[in-house]
């Protein structure tokens, strides 16, 4: 509710939202994913979403569901959708039974999906080098702390053990 000033009119405190976390992080996060894409985009005609479900799979040892992409990475599950069709026409990632419910249907890469992501990753490693360049290795370490801080406040998954225990 807005205060009242002396003069009993209405009057609200303005929000600086370049000092404003939620925003900061916000477009900080945009602004990385988009350098990020230029990478599998221009080279691999990958969009931010596709690159998200081959991320997902490349770093797992097992399938995984769609629905498990989508908690992961935080995009909706309509987005990933979309992604796992396209990857599927690009024979990039494949469905198989999963093994834990073998009504439904879990989705790997195929040696296609695989060569690309292990001839993305030391790309986008490169290009997250050069992003953060301008921190020394002491600030890069602290700033990976202090994001795992605030994942852990909001309860993120962190990692894939992390992952399949909430799955």
């Not at 020394?136 to 994942?151: C, H, M, P, Q």
């Amino acid at each position: 509710r807005p205060a009242l000033g002396p003069n009993r009119t209405c009057f609200l405190t303005k929000l600086d939202l370049f000092k404003f976390m939620p925003f900061r992080l916000n477009r900080l996060a945009a602004e990385v994913s988009a350098e990020l894409a230029s990478e599998y985009r221009e080279r691999y005609g990958l969009d931010i979403p596709e690159w998200r479900v081959l991320a997902t799979l490349g770093f797992r040892d097992d399938a995984c569901t769609a629905q498990y992409i989508a908690y992961c990475t935080r995009t909706h599950k309509s987005t990933i959708s979309r992604a796992v069709a396209h990857l599927l026409e690009q024979q990039l990632i494949e469905r198989v039974e999963n093994v834990d419910d073998r009504r439904e249907l879990a989705l790997q890469l195929t040696g296609k999906g695989r060569a690309l992501y292990e001839e993305l990753i030391p790309r986008l490693l490169h290009k997250e080098q050069d992003i953060l360049s301008c921190l020394t290795a002491a600030e890069r370490k602290d700033f990976a702390n202090t994001l795992g801080k605030i994942e852990r406040q909001l309860d993120l998954v962190q990692t894939a053990k992390d992952a399949r225990a909430k799955k």
